[in-house]
């Protein structure tokens, strides 16, 4: 059984869309989870008229961290927001996982000051998972880290196998490196330095550079990249997917059925949320627009990485790479 | 009456493309242009079989420089490649503008040797247009430069405004800065200075930072970014309508009516080529994959550029900047 805090007040359409995923997430998988919604008791309690019970409990909070504000100190001011509420309930053992659709940065943030870092790391990447051809790719950093150095390039690759490996059943995930070309020597320094550190770690099935059209090809289920491109490449493939339906409405086609099935293949709501990967706890952002399905979905998403020991997985190859990192500087 | 060189052996489709978009062009600007077709004449003249001659003229090369070699090493090698002879030709003023989609880092070398660059400029930078919501915005730089430093971020600002003014008729074209985040403080070392440096600059009409979702819905018309984010963005842009139209067949949208109709809004070849801005001459590169209407396209371009004087307003502009900047450090 796993116990999942969810962050109520966070996202465009809180609290509705938490509570509406919450509902559906008890349906789906019953038995698997129990779900604290954090929030204050009064708007949530109305919402759960009528509902069975059985899963549920709510953890009070009163403060809410808005998009805005700049995110360290809104951590700090607000002690009683549903974010910093719900991560001192992981960090207390009270709940093994913590979902928000609220604020990234405060998420980022107060994961970082609660539930502390693992080893090695010093800001944990974002990994977001974008639909392709043949399935989905994680793509890491989208944004947590303008500037990564080579080795937390490495990291990534490190972390986020493990991650697709716990938490989606990747036995053998492939790892790529965003690059301007496929040969060894392309980019600037930092990816080329990257390269021969993905290229000596036998612990990674790397498959080499990807280039920009190579991603929703699928040529890799990993996509290791800086966050400011990352997080580049996020929101555009995001705002894909209103500009095809757009099209799509002006080429006549306006069956919702056909829409349905055609939002589904760009929909990054098909996979819940981004794992915040590094810190000490299971921790799942959501987008702020992700409507019940989306938080639905991450609840799955946590489910698994809890269940199978993704944040000691983490910390063992963490402790590993910096192990070998060490052996090779010695 | 424009002279256009137009590179028969670039390209995945040579030498039948970029003839068929050169006949396309001839009859759909009568009067406007003359071609130069640059290659072997032994190759090019049975496809002219039965063709009005008027407007066409034939320029030997009998080297064709590959995708794969290395640009500068092969330009040096073959002096009588397609590339090298058509940019000798704009040199010696025998023809205006030269059109490849041979390989993109062959074309800017041997531009930069043979034509020479404007005042201020290291590596050209290279605009790609991305068809948007609201109609196109040019991209730049996409790739000629890995590491772009604030004085090119602000540069390509400059550049890219007055070639979609020249070229695309864009009164007063509204240049972004690609960031994580709107605020002037966002990004690396590098945007942030380079946001600066475009704010400051009064014929600029600068919109601030936009982020990746805002691309597609026509948030400015010149978007300034790094050589490795815009080069990742515009493959990526580029496999989307692929992609897209395999999401469509499964869906059981397979009327080719349709489809072309989608596929019109998601493609690159809509506006034919990519300007390579910052050299002594008029150069626009296209997409090795380019169809006929791709080059027909860029014939256009190459037309507009020529006639409004792009590279002696590029040259003013840069010498503006230049001067500005030195006053500024002063």
Redesign the interface.
Known sequence: MIRVALDVLGGDSAPDAPIEGALAALEAWPGELEIRLVGPPDRIEPLLQGVPREGISILPASEVIGQDEPPALAVRKKPDSSIVRGLEAVRDGEADALISAGSTGAVMAASVLILGVLPGVNRPPVGALFPT?GGRVLVLDV?AH??ARPEQLHQYGRLGSIYLRDSHAVAHPRVGL?N?GEEAEK??DV?VAAYQLLQADRRIEFVGNV???????GACDVLV?G???G??????????AG??V???R????SRQA?LD??LR??DYTEYGGAPLLGVDGVVIICHGASPARALKNAMRAAIDSVGSGLVPNLRRALEETSAGLEAREA
């Open positions: 051809a944004g303008v500037n965003l301007v980019g600037d990816v280039e920009g059209d190579q991603i929703i090809a990249c966050g400011f491109v997080n580049a490449l996020l929101k555009f493939y995001e705002s894909m500009f095809v757009g099209v799509l002006e080429s006549g086609i056909e099935r055609i293949f760009l």
